[in-house]
């Protein structure tokens, strides 16, 4: 690991110090002294950054930025992993036993995965998302719990053909090389090929891809909070864009201050998918 | 003795979109237990895909195989896959041509080398381990344990021949298919290789295919020969009667297209003119006829059958070489 991080770049190395600090933040922050991020200060509305008691200020509304951002990484990250990593699981799964078994099944698996990726992934979540949160009785709004879960499903649902289609690729690159072919004839069960030779080969690329994928879920689910269906009434960085989407004119900093996180956290990901499959490329190039 | 490995009239078709692709047409072959058969012929004369059919390995919708493979009496044609899978590693397994492929980029040699010993014999992972270490200094590999922590990428190409061919007696098969073992390596390598082959066969009391299109590893290292050109077999016989007694002028021009070291300097090397016919459109007379020197009318339009001379020996041949040609 140490390792790893000495091959860095620079701009590898400060991604993976602030990805490390964003999930010490959603894992550790509520250990933070910090005001409640859902209780406003009354004295305080639209302060400015560096502001006495609220270091990157609050909104209009007088609800804390930095407390907000802090718990809002543990909503965020947790919907940006658990999809990420379900999704890639379920995505991959799939893509490599399709891969491994072609006729029909492969057919109707990729053409699953391409009529899911021929619909924008907003789009997509969106329409799931509007389905599956539609409440028996319309006066009870669904509980902020019940949303982030909804918003994991949908977004799970929008990787899974992402991670699926490039497992299915990675494997029908290695699905006919020898050594595969070898394990056959040493009688290898096609389980203990799938797992023992084809999934080692097969991980490198996923693992560069499941970084991107945790950005693009990452900025979905803002977008899906400035749509007014993502954890509109809980504490998350879509949320709070969402929130002060109308009076950004009014306090601009609670604007900046989500955006930019989102931002950066983005931009983190992709820099060490980016390393990760430079680091991991090199092994095919070394045979 | 009795046969190992029986393969009556088998046939190899591929589906193409531009029609069906016959590889491999009516082979029958019998491998005696102990024995080592040489299988010979250029490249794409249906050398690889005749093996991989008889052992049952050819994968995908688009293979269409018919005939009987009998392997230790079972008729492995007439198997489930799992059925057949259950024959691999302990009865059947075989080394490749390409050592650089046929093993596992990413994953260390005692893994790949323990995977039969485990999977196969249900052994536990200690006694993997050594039966891997046995397995290296079998095949005469120095520091064997060392040997187990490294990647294929970290091995000169006769290793990892080493290692695959340790992989492949790893469950002490009763048939070893060694697919142009060789062909990859350097031909120091090469005759180190297969000497190896040959005194393990010997030590194991086991069967061997060697598949080659070197009819000088074949003379030194087999018992028995079939020659197969454009899918079929054209010429078999016990080595010895083979090199005596040549039916067949393609096994000629295959003999004849070694390059000789003591030839004069500046002479042309021998060439079997023209290339293979087309294997989704196959002539009607014999296969060789458009490339044979003693090619006769007969030959175009009439597809010869193979024709028993005695002691073993079948040709397929109209007009087979009347005399006698020394060995080399």
Redesign the interface.
Known sequence: MRNLFAQMNLLSKLSAVWMALMTALAVFGWLIPLPDPREYDPEASAAGLFSPGHLLGTDAGGYDLLSNVVNGARTSLLIAFISVGFGGLVGSAVGIIAAYRRGRLDYLVSTGFNILLSIPNLVLGLALVAVLATSSDPSVPIASNRRVIIIIIALTVVIIPILGRIARGATLTWINREFVVAARSMGMRDKDIIVRHIVPNVLPAIYSVLFLAVGVVIVAEGALSLLGVGVVDGVSWGAMIARVAGEFTYAPQSMYVPVVVVALTVIACNQLGDFLRGRLDLREGRI | MSAILSIRKLVVNFETPRGLLSAVRDVSLEIEQGSSVGIVGESGSGKTVMS?AA?G?L???TVRREGTVMFDDKELTAMRADEV??????G???I???P????????RIG?QLS??PR??LGMDKKAARARSIELLSLVRIPDPEAMLNKF??QLSGGMRQRV?IA??L??KPKLL?ADEPTTALDVTVQAQILQLLSDLRREMNMSMVLVTHDLGVVANHTDFVAVMYAGEIVEQAPTTELFSNMKMPYTEALLKSIPKIDSASGARMAVIEGRLPDPTDRPSGCGFAARCSYVQDKCRTEHPPLVDAGNGHLYRCWYPLGHTIGRK
């Open positions: 991989r052992m390995l994968s995908g919708s899978r259950d024959q691999f590693g302990t059947m397994a075989m490749f041509q390409d650089m492929t046929a093993l596992n980029p990413v994953r893994s995977e039969g999977v196969r294929p990428f695959m992989i492949a790893a469950c298919f």
